[in-house]
């Protein structure tokens, strides 16, 4: 009776804590409820906006080749190595000194200060004095952490949004799906995640070597933007940046002046302050282009060294706008461009026909298997029916507490579950009739039969499961939101089908002194 006790209170306990974390999701609670949070609708059911994203990876790699260089003409620069160039040519950095003869010296710069970067040296003639490119294992870093930092600085961007109950997942190596529940007009959302938000100051070229806006000179390049007195124009800016935004630590929205909309102000870390510091101070009387996204939002005269560490974008932003520009700008840029591949909207009328019809689904399925199992096994089928409304509240309650998203695939994954745990009863239920033909007890034959029916309910539950595993690693959201039922669903049918039902059989037997039992 110990052992019967203890099993039978750990499933009335697990009964009542699912009904707890349930209740808030069909009825409205008290505010002394210990559980208030609902289940978690998908889209489908919900209604809101759904979008697949692709990282350009490669991107990444491209960025960090321009950032290692323009590091390094810095370093090179505070070292007194003589005059120097260091150009990009494809993913290689080329440096080329005056003083050959310091060549060494440059070498060993680069090696104590650049880890990431493999030194091989030229020789002779107009060749590289130093050739240098990302080591193997910083493009492995590279292309891994693309995806997954990404994902952080959408997540954080999401949050400031103010979406309620957000979705963000990879899938696949290079892709991110972003589910935004209640969202119904996607643009700024689109514009918000999107947004690579790469913020550099570059400067303008300048002399016959800057070139024209048909023809720029080589290292320089023509960006839009706006024009001091208002309007669209061009510039001619130097393609290496001497800042980007990666440095910025803080951003904050304020009024700009009388017609000039907001503007953004930021803050940048010390190392960021040093650079923005040393550039500005060798640069005086140069103009200076705030370059966001490839666009020059503007390009002011640097008219004396800017060493406090802070600076301000302008550019007649709306409120949204400024707000927008400094969520990402605090949340730093994204390490690739995001190509949007899918996008999909789904209305709320929509999600409430889904979830009138799943149920309905779901109801008569379950009603037609309920009476199924009394007319065909009796006093059995009783027993395999209370399994099979624990199962239910179990997998709900597991979607409540742990924040499970449920979706339409969903329900048609525990419609499926609900008719696998009723098999399991059903292999059960025909081997204790099998042992009572042959003239055992009661006891002995419920023994059994969960014993010879043990191997058969494992092995069909395994390979579903695995399956399910399957689906969840490789599927997108809809098959996804089917494995996850799916293998949730067969784990609490191993509980209540054949644990539970067990536990009801062992008390009746134990209680009274039954001869024989009804299937």
Known sequence: MGSIGWRGGAFLALLLAS?????????SVPAWWPWQRTIRLGL??????????????????????????????????????????????????QVRLAAKDRRAEARRLVEDRFPDLVVS?????????LQLRLAERELSRLRDGAVSQALEIMR?????????????????????????????????????IG?????????????????????????????????????????LVERRPILTGDMITDASVRPGGVGEGYAVDFTLDSRGAKLFAAATTQ?????????????????????????????????????????????????GALPAPLRLLEERTVGPSLGRDSIRQGSV???????????????????????????????????????????????????????????????????????????????????????????RAWTAILDTNVTTFLSGLILFQFGSGPVRGFAVTLCLGILTTLLTAVFATRVLYDWRLANRRVTTVSV
């Open 19 to 27: 009904a707890v974390v349930i209740a808030p999701t069909f009825a």
């Open 44 to 93: 489908d059911l919900r209604g809101g906006t759904y979008l697949l994203y692709q990282v350009e990876v490669e991107q990444a790699i491209d960025n960090a080749v321009d950032r290692r260089a323009g590091e390094l003409e810095a370093e090179l620069r505070e070292a007194n190595l003589g005059a120097f160039t260091v150009d990009r040519v494809g993913r290689e950095i």
């Open 121 to 129: 040296e030229s020789a002779g003639g107009e060749a590289a004095d």
């Open 156 to 192: 954080k961007r999401i949050d400031q949004f103010g979406v309620t109950e957000p979705t963000l997942q990879t899938q696949g190596q290079d892709q991110i799906v972003v589910q935004l529940p209640g969202i119904q007009d996607p643009q700024r959302a689109k514009d918000l």
């Open 195 to 235: 947004r690579t938000a790469l913020l550099e100051f570059k400067l303008l070229a300048e002399g016959p070597q800057a070139g024209t806006l048909q023809a720029p000179g080589p290292g320089i390049q023509v960006l839009p933007g706006d024009a001091n007195g208002g309007g669209r124009t061009q510039y």
């Open 283 to 331: 640069h005086v009387r140069r103009r200076l282009a705030i370059v966001l996204d490839g666009y020059v939002q503007s390009a002011p005269e640097i008219r004396e060294p800017i060493t406090g560490g802070q600076g301000q974008i302008t550019g007649r932003f709306r409120i949204e706008e400024a707000q927008d520009l400094a969520n990402v700008l605090r949340h």
């Open 361 to 451: 689904s779901f109801v008569v399925a379950s009603v037609f298997i309920v009476v199924f199992m009394l007319l065909y096994y009796r006093g059995g089928g009783l027993v395999a029916d209370l399994a099979l409304l624990l199962n239910v509240l179990l997998i709900l309650g597991a979607f409540a507490a742990f924040g499970f998203t449920l979706t339409l695939p969903g329900i048609a994954g525990l419609v499926l579950t609900v008719g696998m745990a009723v098999d399991a009863n059903v292999l059960i239920l025909e081997r204790v009739r099998e042992e009572l033909r042959t003239g055992k007890g009661a006891r002995a034959a419920i023994a059994a039969g969960y014993e």
